[in-house]
């Protein structure tokens, strides 16, 4: 073997080894996340307790129980925001979700701790999201475009754009809850 053709090897060897590494990261802190939604005073969080009813409803939208008794968000004039998380592939992708008087004003994953579907963190993804409302109760109104190689990454926070918005709705009484 010529010893270019083996340093390539190498380094397309190492490139396959260090990319999975890449793309966990903490993009942005929750904390960080809030002064920049609210222009650096966040008004106090909430609480939202998940009582029945509406543990029937996230469970329709996540396809499992949310897994706490309460939330925390944070809510002024018509705006609520939302640190979520919700399992890719096999770990927890968090992303903050703005919702504006019932529509999605902006996702933005905060924490990703995947090896693959990292993608889904770049506007070219979140920005499908803005404007978006719920339809048929817990629906979106559009299709959001999927990434190759990163499908269940997607899923998720599809999922959570659907929770951020039944949530909202609960907060601000537009649902029983």
């Known amino acids: 073997m010529k010893p270019g053709f083996r340093r390539l090897l190498c380094g397309c060897l190492l490139l396959v080894l260090v990319a999975p590494a890449r793309a966990q990261g903490i993009y942005q802190t ?17 609480k939202m307790w998940i009582k029945a009813e509406l543990a029937d409803s996230v469970r329709a939208v996540l396809g499992h ?13 018509g705006r ?22 019932g529509a999605i004003e902006s996702v933005r994953v905060l924490v ?14 979140t920005d499908q999201f803005k404007g978006a409302r719920l339809v048929d109760g817990d629906r979106l109104d559009r299709g959001i475009d999927g990434i190759s190689g990163a499908t269940l990454s997607v899923g998720a926070l599809t999922r959570l754009a659907r ?3 039944l949530l909202h709705a609960y907060s601000t009484g537009a649902l029983p809850g």
């Open 30 to 46: 929750p904390e960080a996340f809030l002064d920049e939604v609210f222009g650096g005073a966040p008004p106090a969080p909430r």
């Open 65 to 77: 129980d949310l897994g706490v008794l309460r939330l925390s968000y944070w809510g002024q004039s």
């Open 80 to 101: 609520t925001v939302w640190i979520l998380e919700e399992i890719g592939k096999e770990q927890p992708i968090t992303a903050g979700i703005v919702v504006n008087n």
């Open 112 to 125: 990703f701790r995947e090896s693959r579907g990292w993608e889904v963190r770049h506007p070219f993804f």
């Open 163 to 165: 929770l951020a918005l």
